[in-house]
């Protein structure tokens, strides 16, 4: 099983539905699970939380809707994926054939104990599903030019990959890939 997350601010372009389309051919045959970023949806949650001055449990919850709006996006976009909230959901679409959007459910992700922080954004939990599903590659596609030469932590340092990632994939079984969009859809 493959866990791609698909980075928000992909949708500022047609790189999305590239994107898309490389996920639906590349990947044919295999299990795959999309991870959505939240994109501009979740820019408006930090830009309102700055102004409102609300508690980072009501910012995630805003920001995990945001991956649910964009994983309506991705739908929309390919309508033979199928979305799934819950972690037991996945494997039934998967066990169909289906290519799957994660739209993430609030009330399972709070109760694995996922802190509601910035440190913690759909990098993270498309680590976290990648362990809790057992895949075996993790790969996060972004918009940002990916120096193949950085550790992880450098990647987090220079916040392309949020400063939680390298502890969700710390000892995990998967492997892990970061990659720019351009390189993904070529």
Known sequence: MIIIKLGGSLSRSDVLVNCLDAVEKNCQGRAV???PGGGAFADQVRLAQQHWQF????AHHMAL???QQMALLFKGLK???AIVHTVSAIQ???NRQKTVIWSPDIIELDNAGIQASWDITSDSLAAWL????SATELILIK???IDANLSLQQLAEQQIVDKAFC????QAAFTTRIINAQTWTE
């Open 33 to 35: 699970v999309i991870v």
């Open 55 to 58: 508690d980072d449990t009501t």
């Open 65 to 67: 809707l945001a991956m």
């Open 79 to 81: 309508h033979g994926f």
């Open 92 to 94: 039934e679409q998967l």
């Open 130 to 133: 990648a362990k809790t599903l």
């Open 143 to 145: 918009s940002a030019g």
């Open 167 to 170: 502890d969700f994939v710390a």
